[in-house]
């Protein structure tokens, strides 16, 4: 049944249409005129300025075919809150990112070494969440308060040549959480061409199908991790490719975690061409013991890792750091091809892991 402001709504929006102004080209200046140019124009340019304090940059629903085009530097008004600071769904969307412009979420104001375990309530910053057939390009979000992209239910999304410049996080390791591309139940998603600096996952893959992130660089986070996997609602991660990537001054290279104790699958995910550089814990790391906090220490089977391949992994990490680290449960890792893989620096430690692995 329709409640009453539902009905309302459409009400008004039946009778408004008719009379609406389609403009093709519209400039926005504030939160205000983008609600009222999401709805008339198919290219909309967005300035510089601030968004209030708890508001949200909200580029929901809109028109098929528009494209906005960011100019400036858009800054965000300061509040404890969940966020998130910009949001944006539709279908045959383009976001493009002019040189010089930024999404600038000043997270310094909220960093308190805790992230989203506890401290400050700290905004998201951009979620893109029911974006189809769409695109981001060239897009720069500056210190976010803690994770950077979230994308979800998205099908046919390609991000390219997106800077994350999260490098005021790292003074007194007061940005945490900080993940750059949190990705869930979601369809052919790629991202491309694009230098991250933060503190936690470069990609994180909870779930989804046909993901490709090529030719990125990635610095001072926690690697470029599937997971972790179980626990949600989507726990089915199916047919991603890593190529071509390069990690640095990270806590991790490459990363598969699934939950203790839950249940999904990790199925054809791909790392080739990963070069590696100062990683301080683990250059591969896969581990079926993951609980947030700490991991258990006893893998279990219910999120079995399959058609895994490694390819191509080239460089060094920290003494103290393990090159290779495989905690699988008996007979839950499976089918994996594992070639061309030379991480100088660590020791290594390999248990449950399929006789093709080299440990
Ligand atoms: C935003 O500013 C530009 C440049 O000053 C102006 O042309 C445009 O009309 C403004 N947009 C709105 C919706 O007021
Ligand atoms: C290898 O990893 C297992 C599982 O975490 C751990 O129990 C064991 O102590 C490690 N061995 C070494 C030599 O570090």
Redesign the pocket.
């Known amino acids: 049944m329709l409640g009453l402001a539902s009905l309302l709504t459409f009400v008004s929006l039946v009778t408004a249409a008719p009379t609406a102004p389609v403009y093709s080209s ?5 939160t205000s ?1 983008l609600a ?2 999401k709805k008339t124009c198919t290219s909309i340019s967005i ?1 510089s300025f601030t968004v209030p304090a708890g508001q949200t940059l909200d580029m929901k629903g809109l028109l098929s075919g528009t494209t906005v085009t960011f100019t400036g530097i858009v800054s965000f008004g300061y509040k404890e809150w969940i966020g998130p600071l910009v949001t944006v769904s539709g279908t045959n969307v383009k976001i493009v990112g002019a040189p010089g412009s930024c999404l600038d979420g000043g997270g310094a104001r909220w960093w308190d070494g805790q992230g989203g375990n506890g401290g400050k309530k700290k905004p998201k910053f951009f979620a893109a969440h029911g974006l189809d057939s769409s695109s981001i390009t060239g897009i720069t979000l500056k210190n976010t308060p803690v994770q950077g992209f979230s994308i979800s239910s998205a099908e046919g999304l390609v991000l390219s040549g997106i800077t994350i410049d999260n490098k005021d996080g790292d003074n007194n390791e007061l940005g945490h959480n900080t993940d750059a591309f949190d990705v869930g139940n979601s369809d052919d998603v790629t991202i491309t061409g694009s230098t991250i600096y933060n503190q936690d996952d470069c990609l994180a893959v909870n779930s989804g199908t046909n993901i490709q992130f090529l030719n990125n660089y990635c610095s001072g986070g926690h690697g470029i991790s599937i997971g972790s996997v179980g626990g949600r609602s989507n726990n089915v991660v199916d047919t991603v490719t890593v190529k071509d990537c390069t990690i640095v001054n990270s806590e991790n290279g490459i990363r598969i975690k699934t939950v203790a104790g839950a249940t999904g699958s990790v199925k054809g995910v791909t790392y080739s061409g990963i070069t590696l550089k100062n990683i301080a814990k683990n250059g591969i790391v896969i581990q079926q013991d993951y609980q947030n906090g700490s991991p258990t220490g006893v893998p279990t089977d219910g999120v079995p890792i399959t058609g895994l391949t490694i390819a191509n992994v080239k460089g060094s990490v920290a003494s103290s750091a393990r090159g290779i680290y495989i905690l699988c449960a008996a007979g839950a890792c499976s089918d994996w091809k594992w070639s061309g893989v030379s991480i100088s620096g660590g020791k290594n430690n390999c248990t449950g892991a399929p006789s093709s692995v080299k440990c």
């Open positions: 519209c400039t926005v200046n504030s005129d009222t140019a300035g």
